[in-house]
């Protein structure tokens, strides 16, 4: 694979424990590129239908710079991809996908990757790092525990008390989420007019939505004043 740009971000090597592989993060700005095509595999074979925004509209915002495409190369194969969504004028960005190969996992790639999201992105300052992961809690399902469970262990908080409704991105039906976040400071809170504002910004700029949705209605109304951090 000859493709993958460094521009625009900091190529790195993941930090290896040793038990784990290196893996080199570069961002891929061309959907053209094998890395790309690698990328969008794991991408499908990651995440449900209804889940998934279409190649088409990932391909058209890649190009355009509004979404930022992160592959991990393990000895130059796709491993491991990650969408990031940089919320303009916050110290926010959203984890739009993050997606391991499936003969990669628990490997550590995505510690690897975690551990160096704040310096890695060439000239963007950040604070926070968002992530949207299924609610585990609806019908106690053990894998999606087990998914929190993970990303806790790599330093991620989940913001408790707030259900974020995804709409359905293809086909009819909307899935139940959590966010979560790794932040560079030690907070214990996030202020609840803050997350209604990106919210609102995630329906409009990301999945094309109106204020009046009945799936951002339904979430905002459920968005507490102080949120928790747990």
């Known amino acids: 694979m000859e493709h993958a740009r460094d521009c625009c971000f900091k190529s790195y090597m993941g930090k290896s424990d040793g038990m784990s592989p290196e893996v080199k993060f570069s ?15 794991i991408y499908i ?50 984890g739009d996908y993050l997606a391991t190969a499936e ?32 609610n585990p809690y609806i019908c106690s399902d ?24 995804l709409p359905p991105l293809q086909g009819t039906m909307p ?11 030690n907070d214990h809170h996030l202020d609840g007019e803050v997350m209604r504002d990106l919210i609102i910004r995630i329906f409009s700029e990301l999945d094309g939505r109106h204020e009046d949705d009945e799936f951002l209605t339904s979430t905002l109304r459920g968005v507490p004043d102080l949120i928790d951090l747990a």
Do not use: C, H, W
């Open 27 to 41: 961002e891929v700005r061309d959907p053209s590129a094998d890395e790309f095509k690698e990328a969008m595999k």
């Open 45 to 94: 074979a990651s995440f449900p239908e209804n889940e998934r925004r279409t190649v088409a509209s990932i391909e058209a915002m890649v190009k355009g710079g509004k979404i930022r495409l992160i592959v991990g190369l393990v000895d130059g194969k796709a491993a491991f991809m990650a969408l990031l969504y940089p919320i303009e004028g916050t110290p926010f960005v959203l």
């Open 103 to 134: 003969e990669y996992r628990g490997k550590g790639i995505g510690k690897q990757f975690l551990d160096g999201i704040f310096s890695a992105v060439d000239g963007l300052e950040f604070d926070y790092f968002l992530i949207q992961v299924e």
């Open 142 to 165: 053990e894998t999606m525990i087990r998914r929190v469970e993970f990303y806790k262990r790599l330093g991620m908080k989940e913001l408790t008390g707030l259900r974020y409704i």
């Open 175 to 185: 899935t139940e989420m959590i966010f979560m976040v790794l932040l560079k400071a």
